[in-house]
């Protein structure tokens, strides 16, 4: 039976054609908002990325970060390694509840002890299942943000498709580095929309903030028997105190 969830977005990040749309759901509870678990809409039960398309027929663009949706969802489709997997009523409508304010974001944030393992950027398929609270998405605060590096090269990326542009980033996390591909749209056109070419030197970009900058994290779907970490939403509060 299908379900309606009051969802903040966290993450609509590039994933195939489409886009992996995440965030956490809002719960009401004794007069108030309180917040709930993660969600990840998929529109398979397979885990497939949410179309474009059909995010545009609801609201004539993509959802922006920290907006508050009202989505109606299927059923919990957990896949052993994603275990917040909700499916997607592909015909229902979304209802935009408004921007939550930059001054809530501390009460959305995770504080896993480790990301993921060490500092590599993938672990191995099965990872997630066998944590003590398995979880492949979560809300940071880095202690440090390295500038992104893009560069282009030949080969295969995680999702198997050829990899024409690297985009990747090192955050410290509790004292450890741990080293990402950046898959947030939103950065990617604000920070380097001109593509280096193949052949030319890495370009380093830094995030353009001057406070905290909020980042969700997640695995990707297995590929050649890993997971991979990405970076899929960055949050760039302009003003941290704005009601």
């Not at 609509?12 to 969600?39: D, H, M, P, T, Y």
């Not at 003590?132 to 880095?142: D, G, H, N, R, T």
Request: with cysteine.
């Amino acid at each position: 039976m299908a379900v309606i969830k009051r969802i903040v977005i966290l993450a609509n990040s590039i994933k195939n054609s489409g886009r992996c749309v995440a965030g956490k759901e809002l719960v009401f509870n004794r007069g108030s908002w309180e917040v709930g678990n993660w969600v990840r809409i998929v529109a398979t039960e397979e885990g497939a990325e949410v179309p474009v398309p059909l995010m545009f027929a609801q609201f004539g663009r993509q959802p922006n970060l920290l907006e508050t949706i009202d989505i109606p969802l299927e059923s919990h489709v957990p896949l052993a390694d994603q275990p917040e997997n909700w499916l997607l009523v592909r015909n229902a409508k979304w209802t935009n509840r408004g921007t939550l304010p930059p001054n809530k974001l501390q009460r959305l944030l995770d504080y896993p002890l480790k990301l993921w393992g060490v500092q590599t950027r993938s672990v191995p398929e099965g990872f997630v299942q066998n944590m003590a609270e398995p979880a492949s998405l979560y809300f940071i605060e880095p202690e440090l943000l390295d500038p992104v590096r893009v560069w282009l090269e030949d080969g295969v990326n995680e999702e198997g498709h050829k990899n024409r542009c690297c985009r990747r980033i090192c955050l410290r996390y509790r004292r450890t580095f741990h080293e990402f591909n950046v898959t947030d749209p939103v950065l990617l056109e604000t920070c380097f929309p001109i593509m280096p070419k193949r052949g030319d030197p890495i370009l380093s970009v830094p995030i353009p903030s001057n406070g905290p900058v909020y980042v969700c994290i997640s695995l990707t779907p297995v590929f050649r028997g890993k997971h991979y970490k990405i970076a899929a939403g960055f949050v760039l509060p302009k003003d941290s105190t704005a009601e």
